[in-house]
């Protein structure tokens, strides 16, 4: 057991020195997870995702892939973080550093939406449909649907989130951002959509998750 203490205590050390160990000790000592194998830690609540990929940049999303994206879609508003404060103001491992740059340049990303720039408004439908469950992702997605309330979303897209949006409802898969989703919904979602809901309704009556869609009932009524 105080062998257990002193590897915990040494592995402590090591990642407050990276720059963000206080995070991942806190995770490794209260919830029982640790570096030895003796505990396999799940994150992401339900969805059960192993510790070490949640705490990832999920695939496709490092700084430089939507750089790339952004710039072969010709997007006009700036994305480049550049040296964000963060990263050049504390020392930090490798993988600390791709998910400070994934997450700031993700924000850029929500800024560009808002501007309506067609390429950070497809990057921003993207990564809602794709749906990832990692560190952040859930805030991520939610100031992405935010940023989208306004903008000027093509046919397909708007046909993309809705299929997006149906399949949650049909797997019962609701989060606490799903909410957040509806008021998007509500603005795009096509006549196929609503007959769907409007089944779906009926037959999920008692569902407390389908309280959520009462904001199309006057729609589905009609």
């Known amino acids: 057991m105080n062998k257990i203490k002193r590897v915990i205590i040494q592995v402590r050390t090591v990642?407050?020195?990276l720059g963000f160990g206080l995070r991942v000790f806190r995770v490794l000592t209260e919830r029982g997870a640790t570096t030895m194998g003796m505990t396999t830690h799940t994150c992401?609540?339900?969805?059960?995702?192993?510790?070490?990929?949640?705490?990832?940049?999920?695939?496709?999303?490092?700084?430089?892939?939507?750089?790339?994206?952004?710039?072969?879609?010709?997007?006009?508003?700036?994305?480049?973080?550049?040296?964000?404060?963060?990263?050049?103001?504390?020392?930090?491992?490798?993988?600390?550093?791709?998910?400070?740059?994934?997450?700031?340049?993700?924000?850029r990303v929500v800024e560009g939406a808002r501007a309506n720039d067609a390429a950070c408004v497809e990057l921003a439908v993207?990564?809602?449909?794709?749906?990832?469950?990692?560190?952040?992702?859930?805030?991520?997605?939610?100031?992405?649907?935010?940023?989208?309330?306004?903008?000027?979303?093509?046919?397909?897209?708007?046909?993309?989130?809705?299929?997006?949006?149906?399949s949650i409802v049909e797997h019962r898969d609701f989060t606490k951002g799903f909410r957040y989703d509806l008021r998007l919904w509500v603005r795009i979602a096509s006549p196929t959509s609503i007959n769907i809901l409007s089944a779906l309704a009926r037959r999920y009556a008692d569902h407390p998750g389908f309280a959520c869609l009462k904001v199309f009932l006057p729609k589905i009524d009609a």
């Open 44 to 107: 992401g609540g339900r969805f059960h995702v192993p510790w070490d990929i949640y705490h990832e940049v999920p695939p496709g999303w490092t700084k430089a892939e939507m750089l790339i994206a952004h710039r072969n879609m010709r997007g006009e508003f700036s994305i480049d973080i550049g040296m964000n404060y963060r990263c050049a103001s504390a020392p930090m491992s490798d993988e600390c550093r791709r998910w400070h740059e994934y997450h700031e340049t993700l924000q």
């Open 126 to 166: 993207r990564y809602i449909e794709q749906r990832h469950i990692v560190s952040g992702s859930g805030y991520n997605r939610t100031r992405l649907v935010q940023s989208l309330k306004n903008a000027d979303l093509l046919d397909q897209q708007k046909e993309r989130l809705n299929r997006h949006f149906i």
């Open 15 to 17: 990642l407050l020195g």
